[in-house]
């Protein structure tokens, strides 16, 4: 086979690409192949997750549908949690007291209040030791 101006500049090209841009290039390919529209955002993974962690995500994820929270949940929870340790673990602080100091701008103290239940629900249901 002989080599053309253009092959060049494609092994060029390849050859200048780091191993993030590789599996990056690999996941829109695969996003291509499937011509689905929820593989779309995969090629971003490789830029957030690097090598082997993205290898250990697709081991222990492939083939699954996660919905990923939003920034938003996860700090609705961590207030919640925090609502949690004020009252129920470290400092045995009144409710009211509590859910007050953790409930800024943000959050309603009816969204911190149900997601704390949901904490009680969890903890009380579910065993999270690692044994």
């Known amino acids: ?73 996860m700090r609705k929870i961590t207030q919640a949690m925090l609502l949690y340790q004020y009252v129920n673990i470290e400092e045995k602080e009144d409710f009211k007291d509590a859910i007050t100091a953790v409930c800024g701008d943000e959050f309603s103290k009816d969204e911190i209040k149900e997601a704390y239940n949901k904490i009680l629900e969890v903890m009380s249901n579910y065993d999270f030791s690692r044994d």
């Open 1 to 73: 086979m002989r080599k053309t101006n253009r092959n060049t500049k494609i092994v060029e090209a390849l050859y200048n690409l780091n191993k993030t841009d590789i599996y990056s290039m690999m996941l829109f390919t695969l996003y291509k192949m499937k011509d689905d529209p929820r593989y779309s955002t995969l090629s971003e993974l490789a830029y957030i997750i690097e090598g082997n962690n993205l290898t250990n995500f697709l081991d222990y994820f492939g083939g699954l549908t996660i919905t990923v929270p939003t920034l938003r949940d």
